[in-house]
C-alpha cells in the first residue's frame, strides 16, 4: 500500500475513534482525557493496532496541539488579572508548590530517578488541569460560587509559574550546566516580564495590529504568530508552550474573542491527538508495574489538593462548605501533567508509564472529588447539612428563672406609675431579648 494511501486510512480511522469515543464521553459525564490516552495505548507500540504509516504526522499534531492549549488558555486572561492574581494569590501558590510539587520529587528520588526526574515528576504532580476543572465547575454550576475566583486564582499562578518551571526543565533536560541554565531562566523572566509590560501599557495597539474583520484572516494572522513565537522561543530554550501562552496574553478585547472562537475547534482536535500520540509513546506493558506507585502518588496528592484549596479558600474569607468545594475542584490533573511528562520522557523513559497512569487516575477521580468532598467530609466530621447557632450548653438556674419571667407578661401598671423602673427594663424581658438576636453562622 502507498505511504499516503496507508496515511490517510491510519489518520482517518485515529480522528473518527476519538470523535466516537468523545461522545461517549460527554454521555457519561466524564473528561475525554483518559478515553484518549486510553485509546493511545492501544494504538501504539505494544497495543493492539500499531500506527507506523501516521506516527511522524501525529508526533508534528501533538506539537501543535500543546501550543493550541496554551495559547486557549492565555486568551482567557487579560495581563492586569494576571498580576493581580500575583499579588492577592501568591501565599496560596506558595502553599500549592509545596503541598503538591514536594510529593513528586520525593517519590522520584525514592524510585532513584535522580535530580532531573523529580523536577519533572515534580511537576507533574504539581499542576491542576485547566481544561477539565473548567468544565467540571460549568457542569456542576458553580461559575458563580464565591469559591470560583479562588480555584481560577490558583489555576493562574500554575499556569504563571509554568512560564518560569519549564525553561528550567527544558534546560535540564537538554544536559545545560548551572551557568547555562542560569540564562535560560533569566531569558524567560525577562520574555515573560516584556510581555507583560507590553500587553499592559500597549495591549490595544498589539490587538489592533492583528485584528480582522476577516474571520479567515484573523485565523491565519493569530495562528501564524503563535507558531512563529513558539518556534523562537524554543530555540532560545524557553519553551514553546510558554511562547503561545505569551502570544494569548498580548491579546485582549475582541480578538482575543474573536481568536477564541475560530480556534478552539482546532484545540480540540490537536489537543486529542496530543494525548493519543502521549498514549501512542507509552507501551501497555509498563503500566501495570508503576500503577501502584502512581495509585500511592495520586491519593496522596489528592488530600493535598484539598489541604490548597482549603488554605487559599479560607485567606479569602469563605465558609467550611466553600473551602472543601475550592480543594475538591482542584484534584484533577491533564494536560500539563502530559506535557510536562511529554517534555522528560526522553531523557527519563520511566516517567511516561508513571505519569500516564497518574493522569488516568485523578483525572476519573477529578470530577468526582469535586462533587463529592463537601458532602463526604460534612458527614464524617459531622457538619449538618445547614449550620445552626451555637448552644452554650445545659441552661443554668439563671437562665430558667429569666426564661420564666421573660414568659409571664408584665402586670399592667397603676394609673400614673410608668411601666419599668428609670434605668430600663429588669433583666430577661422580651425586649432585650429582641434586641440581642442570635447570630447566624456563616455556611
Not at 382 to 411: V, Y
Amino acid at each position: 500500500m502507498h505511504h499516503t494511501t496507508a496515511l490517510l486510512i491510519e489518520l482517518g480511522a485515529v480522528i473518527l475513534t476519538l470523535g466516537i469515543i468523545g461522545r461517549l464521553a460527554g454521555r457519561i459525564g466524564l473528561s475525554p482525557i483518559p478515553l484518549y490516552l486510553l485509546a493511545g495505548l492501544a494504538f501504539g507500540h505494544g497495543g493492539l493496532i500499531p500506527l507506523d504509516a501516521s506516527e511522524d504526522f501525529t508526533a508534528v499534531g501533538a506539537e501543535i496541539g500543546v501550543i493550541l492549549l496554551l495559547l486557549l488558555l492565555g486568551l482567557e486572561y487579560s495581563a492586569s488579572e494576571l498580576v493581580t492574581s500575583l499579588k492577592t494569590q501568591y501565599p496560596s501558590g506558595i502553599v500549592d508548590f509545596l503541598l503538591n510539587a514536594v510529593p513528586g520529587a520525593v517519590a522520584a528520588l525514592v524510585l532513584g530517578w535522580g535530580a532531573v526526574g523529580a523536577v519533572a515528576l515534580a511537576g507533574v504532580t504539581w499542576i491542576s488541569s485547566s481544561g477539565v476543572i473548567a468544565k467540571v465547575m460549568t457542569d456542576l454550576g458553580r461559575l458563580g460560587n464565591r469559591e470560583t475566583p479562588v480555584v481560577l486564582g490558583i489555576l493562574v499562578m500554575e499556569d504563571l509559574a509554568m512560564a518560569v518551571y519549564l525553561p528550567l526543565l527544558t534546560a535540564m533536560l537538554a544536559g545545560v550546566g548551572l551557568a547555562g541554565g542560569s540564562i535560560t531562566l533569566l531569558i524567560s523572566l525577562g520574555t515573560v516580564g516584556l510581555v507583560l509590560y507590553a500587553a499592559l501599557r500597549h495591549g490595544r495597539l498589539i490587538s489592533r495590529a492583528v485584528s480582522s474583520d476577516n474571520p479567515e484572516m484573523l485565523l491565519l494572522v493569530v495562528l501564524g504568530l503563535t507558531v512563529l513565537v513558539a518556534g523562537l522561543a524554543q530555540q532560545l530554550q524557553v519553551s514553546a508552550a510558554v511562547g503561545a501562552f505569551l502570544v494569548g496574553i498580548a491579546l485582549s478585547g475582541e480578538v482575543a474573542e474573536g481568536a477564541h472562537k475560530l480556534l478552539a475547534p482546532l484545540r480540540d482536535l490537536f489537543a486529542a491527538v496530543f494525548f493519543v500520540f502521549f498514549g501512542l509513546s507509552t507501551n501497555p506493558a509498563d503500566i501495570p508495574p508503576v500503577l501502584l506507585p502512581a495509585l500511592l502518588l495520586a491519593l496522596v496528592t489528592t488530600f493535598t489538593k484539598i489541604g490548597t484549596g482549603w488554605y487559599a479558600a479560607r485567606r479569602a474569607g469563605i465558609g467550611r462548605k466553600g473551602r472543601l468545594r475550592a480543594g475538591g475542584t482542584l484534584v484533577a490533573r491533564g494536560e500539563f501533567s502530559i506535557v510536562i511528562a511529554g517534555l522528560a520522557v526522553a531523557t527519563e523513559p520511566r516517567i511516561g508509564p508513571i505519569a500516564t497512569a497518574y493522569v488516568l487516575i485523578l483525572v476519573v477521580i477529578g470530577p468526582l472529588a469535586a462533587r463529592w468532598t463537601e458532602p463526604l467530609f460534612s458527614r464524617l466530621q459531622g457538619l449538618p447539612g445547614r449550620r445552626k447557632p451555637p448552644t452554650a450548653g445545659p441552661p443554668t438556674m439563671e437562665d430558667m428563672i429569666a426564661a420564666e419571667t421573660a414568659s409571664t407578661p408584665p402586670a399592667e401598671p397603676l394609673s400614673g406609675e410608668a411601666p419599668f423602673p428609670p434605668d430600663g427594663p429588669p433583666v430577661g424581658t422580651p425586649s432585650q431579648a429582641a434586641e440581642t438576636p442570635p447570630q447566624a453562622a456563616r455556611s
